[in-house]
């Protein structure tokens, strides 16, 4: 791994301990509400701090986009981390969620680690280096169409001014394949992509925490990850499609066309 990379495997581990700390009592956390849906714990904030401090103290004129506390200047480097993706499972005890923390370069992702404190797996993608579980070299599955194919996705929970395209995007996707699956952290369901669990992966109105160390995981695996256009505007729309090549050409012949004016690509 790239020395960034350890930085941040390190950061996401600090971040794991105190998730796991809390993870049985949950019942103890004060939790606030950020928006219709979307909730926010002094777990979550603690995490955070945790990571931003062990960052810090690596790379001190870096730049930061965090979920919880936004952004923080710096130079050309940026840091974008989700302390805790899957906020609403780990309330519940329902044991799917992760630390996501990636690092770009004027706009272009360098690193990339999803970790889940839970199974004890830290997913690891160097721009350049390849995609690793622990020490296991990833790759994406090389399915060739969508027929047997077990596809990620996830429901617009907060924002559901698109809710009636997306279902008409489940209905469409469903048709062909083994199933669909909505665990609840995308982070997850892209490093998923990345090992061969998942096939393919879609969601609408992510933010760039949600999927950044995801797409470089995906994308160093071997696999392919667009805009719902097929461009590379993932980053600036959240809306994504990711998959290996074949199927994630298959995914993109079905979404695109319910691409309309106020949903962009």
Excluded at 110 to 122: C, F, N
Excluded at 156 to 173: S, V
Excluded at 207 to 220: I, Q, T
Aim: glycine share 10%; net charge negative; charged share 25%.
């Amino acid at each position: 791994m790239q020395p960034m990379t350890n930085i941040a495997v390190r950061a996401a581990r600090a971040a794991g301990k105190l998730l796991m700390q809390y993870y049985d009592r949950v019942e103890s956390l004060t939790i606030a509400d950020k928006s219709r849906n979307d909730f926010v714990t002094e777990v979550d904030r603690g995490a955070e701090r945790e990571i931003i401090q062990i960052l810090r103290r690596a790379y001190p004129n870096h730049a930061i986009l965090a979920e919880e506390s936004g952004e923080h200047n710096g130079n050309d480097y940026q840091w974008i981390i989700d302390p805790l993706d899957g906020t609403t499972n780990y309330l519940h005890g329902f044991p799917q969620f992760a630390i996501s923390i990636a690092c770009t370069h004027k706009g272009e992702l360098l690193s990339g680690v999803i970790y889940d404190p839970l199974k004890d797996e830290m997913f690891t993608a160097d721009r350049g280096g390849g995609a690793r579980l622990n020490d296991r070299r990833l790759r994406v599955t090389s399915r060739k169409s969508l027929e047997g194919a077990l596809i990620g996705t996830g429901f617009p929970f907060r924002d559901q001014r698109h809710l009636d395209t997306y279902t008409e995007m489940f209905k469409a996707m469903i048709k062909d394949t083994a199933g669909l699956r909505r665990p609840g952290s995308a982070a997850l369901d892209l490093a998923y992509v990345a090992a061969g669990r998942l096939d393919g992966f879609w969601e609408l109105g992510l933010s760039p925490w949600d999927f950044a160390a995801g797409a470089l995981l995906v994308r160093e695996a071997g696999g392919k990850v667009s805009d719902l256009a097929g461009g590379t505007r993932f980053m600036e729309t959240g809306n994504l499609i990711v998959g290996g090549l074949k199927v994630h050409g298959a995914m993109l012949s079905l979404l695109t066309p319910y691409l309309h004016e106020g949903l962009n690509a």
